[in-house]
């Protein structure tokens, strides 16, 4: 090898172990709760994967570059109740054409992981993995429903003949990859038939249930639920749906919620359409009962309503006095520890890089509740970026794009595909 050639070799070298990182993402305030990150840091990607997380990371050592000063980095978010299951063509059912393609969802709100909360049942929820689950770029992970055909129709949820405990942990057991829970829902009877059907379950396959009570009723009222019924661990979506009992006669929270918590009980926010009230959330946030996890209940009704996505959620909760810190966690390393995927949710190297970059805003904001509910505050989340194993699958500002006039002068055009051919003179 001649010197002339060797420099060149050299410099080679030095170039391809200059560019360590495919991708940096600079100056943003990083929170990651799980290793208790609250402050300006750089985050580097290689392979899909966190590569670093540092103080200072050195631009020339990564392919690409972005920029996130002012802005707020975080793990990509765990939604742990969506309805996604919008391939049944049965209308107005929640396994139907009031659940959405989660994709169009997702990655615009910073949402990385989806969980079905409940959607299918053991009848068909390998039709919903099939159209669905396995189709989807957002990654999608799913509770089955006790009730053999989920939330097919309404009458189907209240047949306990078909609530079959041992059918549903077989299947879990099965798609173990992908079940993380089990579901009841909806349920308008007297009794608690399927609240006990869904434990049992959940005994059998070693998974948590999420409970949404359904009608209330005098018969089986709610505070027996989260102090007698559920195990530790196990989920009471919807904490904040009107007919919860949530204060005595002082304005002060019942002394049983903290109870139910104390003893592992979670309490799932779970908006959605007709499920959180401001008079319930405003007063515990401002007393410290904050939730445990942070989830939408987005469906094809919620989404135009008060709901409208998790940003729209976590932003809300914001101006009732939630810590942003707090908020974050409760949206990202808290579900994806109450679904038992700690490789999820946060940043730390070697993990999936999934990432959300946020501009919170400030400026006057409205938010309602389902119902009438209006609260207007200061603070509005909004998502600028989201990248899902490293890949950017959302760029709501152009964060990751190239000035078109750095760009060759021919760019856009597929070498060996297209021909610009240019007209006569």
């Not at 609250?38 to 899909?48: E, L, Y």
């Not at 946060?346 to 389902?370: C, I, K, Q």
């Not at 950017?392 to 297209?418: F, M």
């Amino acid at each position: 090898m001649t010197a002339r050639a060797g420099i060149l070799f050299a410099l080679c070298l030095v170039s391809a172990f200059g560019q360590q990182y495919d991708l940096l993402i600079q100056g943003g305030h990083v929170i990651d709760p799980k290793n208790e990150i609250d402050d300006v840091r750089d985050v580097a990607i290689k392979g899909g994967k966190i590569a670093a997380v540092a103080a200072s990371i050195d631009p020339s050592s990564a392919k690409k570059t972005i920029d996130a000063k002012g802005l707020y980095v975080t793990p990509g978010l765990v939604d742990m109740h969506v309805h996604v299951f919008y391939t049944t063509n049965v209308p107005a059912a929640w396994a139907g054409d009031y659940s959405v393609a989660p994709d169009g969802f997702s990655f615009r709100s910073g949402t990385t992981t989806m969980v079905d909360a409940g959607s299918s049942g053991y009848r068909n929820f390998e039709q919903f993995n099939g159209t669905v689950i396995t189709r989807a770029k957002t990654r999608i992970l799913a509770m089955i429903n006790i009730s053999g055909y989920g939330m097919l129709t309404n009458t189907m949820e209240q047949n306990t003949a078909d609530m079959l405990p041992e059918r549903v942990a077989a299947l879990a057991r099965k798609y173990k990859d992908v079940v993380v829970g089990i579901k009841t829902a909806h349920y308008e009877g007297p009794d608690w038939t399927p609240v006990d059907r869904a434990i049992e379950a959940g005994n059998l396959s070693g998974l948590p249930v999420m409970v949404d009570f359904g009608t209330f009723r005098v018969e089986r009222p709610y505070w027996r639920l989260v102090s007698e019924k559920l195990r530790p661990g196990d989920v009471s979506t919807h904490m904040f749906r009107p007919n919860v009992p949530w204060l005595d006669d002082n304005g002060k929270v019942l002394d049983y919620l903290r109870r139910a918590r104390a003893r592992g009980v979670k309490f799932d926010v779970g908006h959605g359409n007709g499920s959180f009230t401001m008079r319930n959330a405003v007063p515990a946030i401002a007393q410290g009962f904050y939730p445990d996890t942070i989830s939408s209940d987005l469906h094809g009704l919620s989404m135009n309503r008060g709901l409208m996505d998790l940003p729209t959620l976590i932003s809300k909760l914001l101006i009732m006095g939630l810590p942003l810190k707090e908020a974050i966690k409760e949206a990202t390393w808290n579900p994806a520890r109450q679904i038992r995927h700690e490789e999820l949710g946060h940043l730390t190297p070697g993990a999936v890089a999934d990432v959300a970059v946020w501009n919170l805003m400030e400026g006057r904001f409205g938010y309602r509740d389902s119902f009438d509910g209006s609260l207007f505050g200061n603070k509005r989340l909004i998502c600028e970026l989201t990248l899902k194993d490293g890949e950017v699958q959302w760029d709501g500002n152009a964060l990751s794009g190239t000035d078109y006039r750095k760009l060759p002068k021919n760019y856009g055009i597929r070498p060996g595909a297209d021909a610009m051919v240019m007209p006569p003179k």
